[in-house]
């Protein structure tokens, strides 16, 4: 059996002039991410810093070591096959119950649809051990449109006022499979 190729990843930067008649819109304060020509697509503050990973990609309120919280996303393509009764509940609660962190509180789930997409997310609050302070952690996971996605978010628990609203304008605008043909309009197609 052949040995697979070890990829080194590297992320390009490529900035591009949006057309007159672009379709982007985005909440103000915010800024709009979308990875593989919108497999996945959510709004983020526009202040935040992104650092793409070979797997994920992460948004921090603050360049490391000043940042109070972490956004992290990645997706899946998915084969051909009816995904639409596929048990996200199940796999979410098997999820959290698999997090090695000391869990002091879990959350209710949420479940929503948009779109092709269904989407389940819950919420920790765990003790940080480095740092002996409370935090939350927040799970998402979400199939629709051949694409599935997981997106986490930990912050401070004394930080949940700020930082709650950012998850709310992530889940809000969360889109799963909705092509980008063009970047410089944002025009999109279903798949």
């Known amino acids: 059996m052949a040995k697979r190729k070890k990829h080194n990843l590297q992320w390009l930067k490529e900035t591009l002039?949006?057309?007159?008649?672009?379709n982007w819109t985005s909440k103000p304060g915010t800024r709009i991410?979308?990875?593989?020509?919108?497999?996945l697509r959510f709004d983020v503050p526009e202040d935040w810093h992104f650092e793409p990973d070979t797997k994920s990609f992460r948004f921090l309120d603050n360049k490391p070591p000043n940042d109070d919280c972490r956004l992290e996303a990645s997706?899946?393509?998915?084969?051909?096959?009816n995904w639409a009764e596929f048990p996200l509940v199940p796999l979410l609660k098997k999820t959290v119950r698999a997090d090695t962190r000391n869990i002091i509180e879990s959350?209710?789930?949420?479940?929503?649809?948009r779109q092709t997409a269904r989407v389940v997310w819950t919420q920790i609050k765990?003790?940080?051990p480095q740092e002996n302070r409370e935090a939350y952690s927040r799970i998402c996971i979400g199939l629709g449109?051949?694409?599935?996605?997981?997106i986490t978010f930990d912050y401070?628990?004394?930080d949940a006022e700020r930082l709650i609203p950012v998850w709310d304008?992530?889940?809000e605008s969360l889109v799963l499979g909705l092509y980008i043909r063009d970047p410089r309009t944002g025009l999109a197609f279903p798949d």
């Open 17 to 22: 002039e949006l057309k007159e008649d672009h």
């Open 33 to 39: 991410f979308v990875a593989g020509r919108g497999a």
């Open 75 to 81: 997706f899946n393509l998915l084969p051909p096959g």
């Open 107 to 113: 959350g209710e789930i949420v479940q929503f649809k």
């Open 126 to 128: 765990f003790i940080d």
């Open 145 to 150: 449109s051949g694409v599935q996605c997981l």
């Open 156 to 158: 401070w628990a004394d």
């Open 169 to 171: 304008t992530v889940m």
